[in-house]
């Protein structure tokens, strides 16, 4: 079971390999990927680092291509791709049909791993982008039960990876348009959830209101703390209720599910984060490292230590974690 | 231009989706889509209930369309739509990548409604060759990729645009009605019964931002492009979709005809919807933007 682990940039690429990640995931400097932040992702000069760093270790490399082109952006797409094939990346993490046509016509020994973003929550599904694109994984949506984990990766006819760690999608991924309805972008559109663009956190007497497109999406009391105005994770009103109606802010945190997930034939835990800093990189890919490996050595009486889950709190949003949809009375 | 009425995407008493089909078969809409998309515990309506409601609609002269289900995960619900894409008689909506691998396996001519990301021209082809005959427009797209997109797109496929409804934004394995009632999925009550258009949310300061249906959250407004309609004309759109709501879809398809025909006045429409209307996507900007205030 392979751990892979978010690199935003090289500091986060080095930490999560120094730690024992088996690969890091990466994205281009634009649109062509779902962490599209200031500040985040590889240009030439830095991805050759992050290169040489991986292979003098041993360990692969992921290219996250998990956007969906628009008419106008598509031959961005093709130069990622091209630029993929390049740097003899370790697999192509890619969502959109058209990219994955393609990357697979054009490039057929580039491996080729379907994005989460690319929405497929059961084994039908995965067969078309298996047999029409030759994809060797996929990740899963965060939206499945355990058992329905383990029903799609006996049944698939491909490697599965799915989610361990991290900010928690409620919604199926790739299927979100809450960011663009009040904010103009998407993550399929823009590769971004919530652009910091359109955020405004405003002090008021009564405390801290943050907004997305001019949107009320939370208002917290003073000495309580504001997030990021994602909104799945806002306060609104109804049935005479004001409440988190659809998520707290929390993190997803599957370590007490890993003898499961291992059971069920899982090929690769993914840490979320590829925009959290190095020090959140290094701490979790820590942690999850010496999870995997003693539950490889002995599965039957892996048992997360406190520290592990008090580490993992200590990192997460809203200082929570939950098992999200693996768990059904999470639904 | 032709019309189309989009499958229900809310959970009606038996009765009134009867009575709700039995309208529509007078209405002067040319595509009908049936079949429960959001969620496979709405049970009032079954298999056999769709078909015979399919029937009626074709021998008034209809275009029938099954539509399958959105998010697929249990196996009972691959099963229902198995069933559903082996009907032999009507063409079939693929909401979800699933679908496609069946109808394609099997040969058979699809269509696809918005939940299938078409976002580009080479994504059509391969869903073209595939057995793809018409395709949805993604609502978060508008014009300018429209545009680019039909610039390349395959022969003989036709181009639905969502014109008219609360949009599908967002799905998820938590029920959000259940959870606003503190129920549990498993003993959610069928509380969406409740709920003919949905159960709008609102911002802390009063604005309707989101409607709640289940597993499915939408937006509070009300898409609305009766106005563009000579823009999606010309663009090459084939049909205009019509989502069902609790009142007034008749009035509103009435109101599309008319527009189609280039007679009657465009305006007047937000009174029919359930808070207010938007039509940002379409202009490529924010979704709950609306460029016709009444």
């Not at chain 1, 943050?210 to 999406?217: A, D, F, M």
């Not at chain 2, 298999?47 to 015979?52: A, K």
């Not at chain 2, 503190?182 to 509380?191: A, G, M, N, T, V």
């Not at chain 2, 609305?224 to 010309?234: A, D, F, P, V, W």
Request: charged fraction near 25%.
């Amino acid at each position: 079971m392979q751990l892979v682990c978010p690199a935003g940039n090289l500091p986060s690429l080095k930490a999560a390999i120094d730690e024992g990640a088996d690969v890091v995931y990466l994205g281009f400097k634009d649109d062509t990927n779902a962490r599209n932040f200031a500040g985040l992702n590889f240009n030439d000069r830095t991805l050759d680092q992050g290169l040489d760093y991986v292979r003098s270790k041993g360990r692969e490399v992921y290219v996250a291509l998990n956007t969906y082109p628009r008419p106008q952006g598509w031959q961005r797409w093709q130069a990622a791709v091209d630029r993929a094939a390049d740097m003899a990346a370790d697999a192509l993490i890619a969502a959109d049909i058209g990219v994955l046509d393609y990357a697979a016509s054009r490039y057929p020994d580039l491996p080729l791993h379907l994005s989460v973003q690319g929405s497929a929550t059961n084994y039908e599904a995965l067969k078309f982008y298996q047999e029409r694109f030759g994809i060797r994984r996929a990740v899963l949506p965060r939206v499945l039960s355990m058992p329905q984990v383990k029903h799609v990766a006996e049944h698939a006819p491909v490697e599965i990876e799915v989610f361990g760690f991290g900010s928690l999608c409620v919604m199926v991924e790739g299927r979100c348009l809450l960011s663009s309805y009040a904010a103009g972008q998407s993550p399929n559109t823009h590769g971004c959830c919530s652009p910091a663009g359109e955020v405004r956190y405003q002090e008021t007497a009564t405390g801290m209101e943050t907004r997305l497109g001019g949107v009320l999406v939370d208002k917290v009391g003073r000495g309580e703390t504001a997030g990021y105005p994602t909104v799945c994770k806002g306060r609104y009103d109804a049935l005479d209720k004001t409440y988190y109606a659809l998520e707290e802010p929390t993190s997803l945190n599957t370590l007490d599910l890993l003898p499961e997930l291992l059971a069920a034939g899982v090929s690769a835990i993914k840490i979320e984060g590829r925009q959290r800093s190095p020090a959140y990189v290094r701490q979790v890919a820590r942690v999850w490292r010496q999870a995997i490996d003693s539950c490889l050595r002995d599965p039957q009486h892996f048992r997360p230590r406190d520290e592990w889950m008090q580490q993992l709190g200590a990192v997460s949003e809203g200082q929570q974690t939950t098992l999200g949809a693996y768990h059904r009375t999470w639904q | 231009m032709k019309l189309s009425l989009g499958p229900v995407q809310y959970y009606w008493p038996r009765e009134d989706l009867q009575d709700f089909y039995r309208e529509v078969a007078d209405l002067p809409v040319d595509i009908v889509y049936l079949g429960e998309t959001v969620c496979s515990k709405r049970r009032l309506f079954r298999y056999d209930d769709w078909l015979e409601t399919a029937h009626m609609l074709r021998e008034a002269g209809k275009e029938v369309v099954l539509s399958t289900m959105a998010l697929l995960e249990a196996e009972s619900e691959l099963k229902t739509m198995r069933r559903i894409c082996a009907n032999g008689e009507f063409m079939v909506e693929a909401n979800d990548m699933a679908a496609v691998q069946l109808l394609s396996a099997a040969e058979l001519s699809f269509t696809t409604g918005p939940t299938v990301n078409t976002y580009n021209a080479a994504t059509l082809k391969v869903l073209a060759d595939a057995g793809l005959k018409r395709w949805v427009l993604p609502v978060e797209l508008g014009r300018d990729s429209l545009s680019g997109i039909l610039q390349d797109a395959p022969q003989g496929v036709q181009t639905e645009v969502f014109a008219w409804g609360r949009i599908p934004l967002a799905m998820s394995a938590r029920c959000y009605t259940a959870r606003a009632y503190d129920l549990p999925k498993d003993d959610c009550q069928y509380r969406c019964l409740d709920h003919a258009d949905g159960l709008t949310l609102r911002t802390r300061e009063g604005e309707p931002f989101l409607a709640i249906n289940g597993i499915q959250t939408q937006s509070a407004l009300t898409c609305n492009l009766i106005s563009k309609t000579e823009e999606m004309r010309q663009l090459g759109v084939d049909v205009l979709r019509i989502s069902p709501q609790a009142r007034h879809t008749g009035r509103i398809v009435q109101a599309f005809s008319r527009a189609l025909a280039g007679e009657g006045d465009a305006s007047g429409l937000e009174a029919l919807m359930p808070v207010g209307g938007c039509d940002g996507y379409w202009r490529e900007q924010a979704g709950m933007n609306y460029s016709q205030e009444p």
